[in-house]
């Protein structure tokens, strides 16, 4: 453990941005971070930086979170509750579980980033979040150097939310995540094209593991492999909008996509917002907006973390000019 100075983040976010951390360190165990935290400077908890958006040098410590281990805390006649530590790959532990025939997590395969992480944005992919598999976590508050336990309750789950991107935002680190899984499944095939895709496949007998085969293919086919291309996945959120405005939107657009939220509110597809207002496929230096995807905002090789930011700029004005919504961006900028 050594604080490194003035380090290059390229290679530390999935977006490629060449941006400078002034002090750098992991850690691997909490008494490691408690030595780390200083009051000198901003501190930033680091995952597996696929959430987020390099738009400046960072004039403080970047603490990377490698806290490891996976351990089986006890079970019931339902459900076997697991721990996994904050540093521990995202896609690693679902395919632990999957193995162990441990259930839930099939549908959240090949999430890039972290455990650690997977609370702060409520992840969530093809109907399920991850709050409906969250038990508690434990977390370290950054300066009162106390330890917290938050139930899921305490969390304030949201969509793609949560108290860890609003009251508390940048005061605790993530230590480790506990879930309660299922020993037998509750499949959930209805969202997306997994049910097309579990035909193609030729599955006759559902399980979480064709469940997660499915979800991988469906990942691999329609989203950017941040290897090859620099991105964050989705940079917006779906926005909810008045079930009116949805209404007169959809007399205007007979085929905007629209899904109901408990409180009646509708989810709009902001994906097919951005297409209509011509963005897909388009490109500009480096930075562009992707050819399948139009969610995805991509860096080709050296786009600038401002110009990233500056095309989100662009593509929300234009959606809030065509459709009077105004999208908020899901990724988030440092
Ligand atoms: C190709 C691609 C596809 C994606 N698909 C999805 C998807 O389907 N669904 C989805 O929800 N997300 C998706 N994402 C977004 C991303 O993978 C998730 O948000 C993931 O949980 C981020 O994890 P990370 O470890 O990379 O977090 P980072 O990007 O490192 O951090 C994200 C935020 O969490 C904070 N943070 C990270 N770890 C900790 C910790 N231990 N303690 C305290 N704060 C912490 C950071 O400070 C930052 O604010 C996708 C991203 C990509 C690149």
Redesign the pocket.
């Known amino acids: 453990m050594m604080i490194q100075e003035n380090i290059s983040l390229r290679n530390y976010n999935?977006f490629r941005i060449e941006t400078i951390a002034r002090h750098f360190s992991t850690f691997s165990d909490p008494e490691e971070l408690l030595e780390l935290i200083s009051d000198k400077f901003p501190m930033?908890?680091?995952?597996?930086?696929?959430?987020?958006l390099f738009t400046r040098n960072f004039d403080g410590l970047i603490l990377k979170?490698e806290i490891k281990g996976i351990d089986e805390l006890h079970e019931d006649e339902e459900y076997v509750y697991v721990r996994a530590g904050?540093g521990e790959n995202?896609h690693a532990f679902v395919q632990y579980c999957i193995h162990r025939n441990w259930a839930g997590l099939e549908n959240l395969s090949l999430?890039?980033?972290?455990v650690?992480?997977?609370p702060?944005?409520n992840?969530?992919?093809y109907g399920v979040e991850v709050e409906s598999l969250f038990w508690d976590l434990e977390a370290l508050h950054l300066r009162e150097k106390k330890l917290y336990t938050f139930t899921k309750t305490d969390c304030q789950f949201g969509y793609?939310d949560s108290v860890?991107k609003n009251k508390f935002k940048n005061e605790?680190?993530?230590l480790n995540v506990s879930f309660r899984l299922r020993k037998k499944p509750v499949f959930h095939t209805s969202y997306g094209a997994i049910q097309q895709e579990l035909e193609r496949m030729g599955v006759k007998e559902l399980s979480i593991q064709a469940i997660s085969e499915a979800v991988i293919h469906i990942r691999r086919s329609k989203?950017p492999d941040?290897e090859e291309i620099g991105?964050?996945?989705?940079f917006f959120k779906n926005p909810s909008v008045p079930k009116v405005l949805y209404e007169a939107l959809k007399i205007k657009y007979p085929d905007l996509v629209g899904y109901i939220n408990a409180d009646g509110t509708i989810k709009l597809a902001a994906g097919w917002m951005i297409e209509k207002c011509g963005w897909k496929g388009y490109r500009s230096g480096d930075t562009g907006c992707h050819a399948k995807q139009a969610l995805v905002l991509v860096n080709y090789g050296n786009a600038k973390g401002e110009e990233i930011l500056e095309l989100s700029e662009k593509i929300i004005k234009s959606v809030k000019e065509k459709f009077g919504v105004e999208l908020e961006r899901e990724v988030?900028i440092i």
């Open positions: 999935t930033l908890i680091l995952g597996g930086g696929s959430n987020m979170n904050a995202w999430i890039p980033g972290n650690g992480a997977s702060m944005q992840i969530g992919a793609r860890f605790f680190a993530i989203l941040p991105n964050a996945g989705s988030n």
